[in-house]
């Protein structure tokens, strides 16, 4: 009887000791093997044999990490401050470098990414944190990369989530904005006002060249004003007309004055003459 118990219990350790042998590691797995403390090798996927006691295997997973950036404050370049947050997505591609060059690369990598995002931003103005993400998350990006590619991890992309303002710098870029709006609409009336400038300056050279030309204008402008129920019309009469018609009448009044002949002025009565005694 004790023979078969112990029997039976030798044959109980073989058949755990050889399930703890055999390991089994899914395709986005990986193993780093330690043999007697050393770096073995790195095994994967599929089932690979660890010898318990002398053998020690640490799982990576090589599949992307999202990981979430906490809220940072960060200082502007023009002294303003905001709350940043951002997400990077990363991988690991050499598994030995992230278990032995790094203690836990995942909490590494967030405490990176968390004074890369200060320190990069706070290099930048507000209206480019606003207006320039993609050419932020790309300079955060590759400082990042540059960083964790000694720990065999591949920063694939850094994507800024929330740029918080405070109210009272939302009210001054929004009056910033109207302002912005008003200068535009200003230098559009004011281009619009040279273009009808030049556009009036050649109709008025296409007018000129014919003597009566500004007249026929004239005439058309007072058919239009015509058709309106306004009982007042103002209409202006140019220079040039009313001094030919000055003129004309000079003219006829001198030529008048110049046929009349002497007999035809009246005569005027004579003094009456002292009686010589």
Same mark, same amino acid.
């Given at each position: 009887?004790?023979?078969? !118990?112990?029997? #039976? ?7 755990? $000791? ?8 899914? @395709?986005? @797995? ?13 095994? #994967? /996927? #599929?089932?690979?044999?660890?010898? /318990? ?6 799982? &990576? ?18 002294? &303003? ?19 032995? *060059? ?7 990598? !967030? ?16 209206? @480019?944190?606003?207006? +320039? ?23 694939? %992309?850094? +994507?800024?989530?929330? &740029? ?9 870029? $929004? ?6 709006? @008003? ?18 300056? *050649?109709?008025?050279?296409?007018? !000129? ?28 009469? /140019?220079?040039?007309? &009313?001094?030919?018609?000055?003129? !004309?009448?000079? %003219? ?9 002949? /002497? ?15």
């Amino acid at each position: 009887m004790l023979a078969n !118990s112990v029997f #039976g219990t030798l044959a109980l350790i073989l058949i755990l $000791a050889l399930f703890s042998i055999f390991r089994i590691l899914r @395709e986005y @797995e990986r193993g780093v093997v330690f043999l007697l403390g050393r770096f073995y090798k790195v095994k #994967g /996927p #599929g089932l690979i044999i660890i010898i /318990p006691g002398i053998q020690k295997m640490v799982k &990576v997973d090589l599949r992307t990490v999202v990981m979430d950036v906490p809220s940072q404050d960060v200082i502007s370049r023009d002294n &303003v401050s905001v709350k940043v947050s951002a997400v990077v997505y990363f991988r690991v591609v050499d598994p030995q470098k992230s278990i032995i *060059q790094v203690e836990n690369f995942l909490a590494a990598t !967030s405490q990176f990414a968390q004074t890369t995002l200060r320190s990069v931003l706070g290099k930048h103005e507000l209206d @480019e944190m606003l207006a +320039e993400r993609e050419k932020l998350n790309m300079d955060i990006q590759k400082v990042l990369d540059i960083q964790t590619d000694a720990w065999g991890i591949k920063v694939s %992309n850094v +994507e800024i989530k929330h &740029v918080d303002i405070d109210e009272s710098m939302i009210r001054a870029i $929004a009056r910033q904005a109207e302002a912005e709006r @008003e200068r535009r609409a200003k230098v559009i009336h004011a281009e619009g006002e040279l273009q009808a400038s030049e556009q009036l300056m *050649q109709a008025a050279e296409t007018l !000129s060249r014919q003597a009566g030309a500004m007249q026929l204008r004239y005439l058309q402008t007072l058919t239009t004003i015509a058709g309106d129920k306004s009982n007042t019309v103002i209409f202006p009469v /140019p220079m040039d007309l &009313v001094s030919t018609l000055t003129e !004309s009448t000079g %003219n006829r009044r001198a030529k008048a004055s110049d046929t009349a002949g /002497p007999e035809d002025a009246p005569s005027l009565p004579l003094p009456n003459s002292a009686e010589s005694t």
